[in-house]
């Protein structure tokens, strides 16, 4: 009883903080993406970059720019980590294996953070610092300017324009990321995060033996890893390291980090469409799916915490030991929804319940709230089919925040919606029916599947946290691992951005009798039941024959 007490109140905590920043953090990032001054920084960038920032860009031209930025990011990552060995500070690092090498620049480009290596013993300081944390920054900027790109084609009437890429990339990441990073750092240094970038250096273990420990700026990137909801880590044992996150207190900071900006942004759409209303209507649907999705993983968690399961050590096992089972449970529930991809426990240690709503939490398109951006841009066209199906019934046009869902949007939402479930899917089948994929695999049946099903879930919806149990740092998981990220990123941006643009151009459709109000409780119930029905639909076969089934054995 005493640990479910905890655990209630480490989640309260969480809610209240989220809470509390919700109005102050959603309000600057609008004026952040609507103010008119550029800060001398910035404009010293844009000149190097040969960018008139004050020239707005139609949607096609704000997709190549995304999909440039991205390419060249890919090639220059993929480069350095190729190149290691003759880089500074590599710690006697070789060059990444061609594959790995692909799958980490597709990985960390993608927002995925996706990881088939071991950090401290692959990568070299400079590869960490100037390939991995800068991605950290710019991926998750990117998410954002998209979102804002949306939340701009709802805003504005009759205009070809959706504003700037490279405005939107380096205010995200100078006005917003970069700041919180710096003071979240030196919170968590002083916690006992590590920040250093000393050589390899031996220590004496409890039991009389050597172990080499290989030193890193921890603190840095793991703030900024959970922050733009990225991922992965420096040390292979992740955000369950000491030195990432040293004890309970930046356990829960961690978790309130890698959650704030994407449950604030809906305040930013609400400020940027001219009524707040729609932003509570949008954060509602957002608290209602993560509490259900705290509860159920919550309560298959701590079922299995009776006196046997106690007894023989089976209710912590792959649990973080220092945290306990429930709050780990909030961090892998935490990280499943927001497309972060960090973990401080063992996911395929979890109750086939517990792991399967895991999964389920990224099926769902990581929506509540997502990744930074991409969470908002997601639950919006969520939004746009909602009020479609809601058209549907009463026989009317559809209209969404005075703008018309005709043919050309609807037909862009539901492809947007169906990339996700086809390279889920579609990956794991090939991986499921061919030698390369099974023999990879350390255990059969529905667990088997499950793990093979978890390790394409992540990878298609750009989360990056890993079930376990299935050796991907081969060419096949690599590859077919690696575009699943690669299309499971940039396919939907493009149809988002296309989605902006036909909206931007419509003029206003004044309310009638007909139109659906979508601040009150009716539509925020309809979009929680579109949202899960649609992935029930979609998933169904592939959770009964993984989960589900093992729940049932």
Same mark, same amino acid.
């Given at each position: 009883m005493s640990s479910t007490l905890a655990g209630i109140l480490f989640i309260a905590s969480l809610l209240l903080a989220l809470a509390l920043c919700y109005k102050p953090l959603g309000d600057y990032m609008y004026r952040v993406y609507t103010g008119t001054r550029h800060l001398a920084v910035e404009r010293v960038l844009y000149r190097l970059v040969g960018v008139k920032p004050d020239v707005e860009q139609r949607w096609g031209v704000y997709a190549r720019s995304v999909l440039a930025f991205s390419a060249l990011s890919l090639l220059f990552l993929y480069a350095l980590q190729r190149l290691q060995s003759h880089l500074f500070l590599s710690l006697g690092m070789g060059p990444v294996e061609p594959s790995l090498a692909w799958n980490t620049a597709v990985s960390f480009v993608s927002n995925t953070n996706w990881q088939a290596y071991s950090g401290e013993s692959t990568m070299g300081h400079v590869v960490q610092t100037a390939g991995l944390a800068v991605q950290n920054f710019v991926s998750a900027a990117v998410g954002m300017a998209v979102a804002i790109a949306l939340v701009r084609g709802f805003a504005r009437k009759r205009s070809d324009t959706l504003g700037n890429f490279w405005v939107d990339l380096v205010r995200g990441t100078i006005r917003i990321l970069l700041p919180i990073s710096f003071v979240a750092a030196l919170v968590l240094v002083a916690g006992g995060a590590i920040q250093t970038f000393a050589d390899h250096s031996t220590w004496t273990t409890l039991t009389g033996g050597e172990q080499t420990f290989t030193p890193a700026a921890a603190a840095s990137q793991e703030v900024i890893k959970l922050l733009g909801t990225n991922g992965g880590g420096i040390f292979n044992a992740n955000s369950a390291h000491p030195f990432e996150n040293p004890?309970?207190?930046?356990? +829960?900071?961690? &978790?309130?980090? @890698?959650? *704030? #900006?994407?449950?604030?942004?809906?305040?930013?759409?609400?400020?940027?469409?001219?009524?707040?209303?729609?932003?509570?209507?949008?954060?509602?649907?957002?608290?209602?799916?993560?509490?259900?999705?705290?509860?159920?993983?919550?309560?298959?968690?701590l079922s299995a915490n009776g006196t046997v399961p106690q007894a023989i050590g089976q209710a912590m096992e792959g649990r973080e030991a220092r945290f306990g089972v429930s709050n780990s449970g909030l961090f892998a529930t935490a990280t499943t929804l927001t497309s972060t991809g960090a973990v401080d426990s063992f996911h395929d240690s979890y109750s086939a319940i517990g792991g399967g709503m895991l999964i389920f939490n990224m099926l769902l398109g990581e929506v509540a709230p997502g990744g930074v951006g991409a969470? +908002?841009?997601? &639950?919006?066209? @969520?939004? *746009? #089919?909602?009020?479609?199906?809601?058209?549907l019934m009463v026989g009317r046009t559809p209209e969404y925040l005075g703008k018309k869902i005709g043919a050309r949007e609807i037909k862009l939402a539901s492809t947007y919606f169906l990339v996700m479930p086809v390279l889920v899917l579609v990956g794991t089948a090939v991986a499921m029916a061919t030698s390369n994929g099974r023999?990879?695999?350390?255990?059969?049946?529905?667990?088997?599947?499950?793990?093979?099903?978890?390790?394409?879930?992540?990878?298609?919806?750009?989360?990056?946290?890993?079930?376990?149990?299935?050796?991907?740092?081969?060419?096949?998981?690599?590859?077919t691992l690696g575009l699943c990220m690669l299309f499971g990123r940039f396919v939907p941006i493009v149809l988002v951005l296309a989605l902006a643009g036909s909206l931007a151009e419509q003029g206003p459709v004044p309310a009638s009798a007909g139109t659906l109000p979508t601040y009150r409780p009716q539509f925020v119930g309809m979009l929680v039941g579109v949202t899960v029905i649609l992935v029930a639909l979609t998933f169904l076969p592939a959770l009964a024959l993984g989960p589900l089934a093992e729940g049932l054995l």
């Open positions: 004890t309970s207190w930046t356990n +829960l900071l961690e &978790i309130f980090l @890698l959650t *704030v #900006i994407a449950a604030c942004l809906p305040r930013t759409f609400g400020r940027m469409v001219g009524d707040n209303r729609q932003g509570y209507a949008i954060v509602s649907v957002i608290a209602i799916i993560a509490i259900i999705s705290i509860g159920v993983t919550n309560w298959s968690e969470g +908002l841009y997601g &639950i919006l066209v @969520l939004a *746009v #089919i909602t009020v479609f199906v809601a058209g023999a990879a695999m350390l255990n059969t049946g529905p667990h088997g599947l499950s793990e093979i099903l978890y390790a394409y879930t992540s990878a298609s919806n750009n989360n990056g946290s890993a079930f376990g149990g299935v050796s991907v740092n081969t060419p096949f998981y690599n590859t």
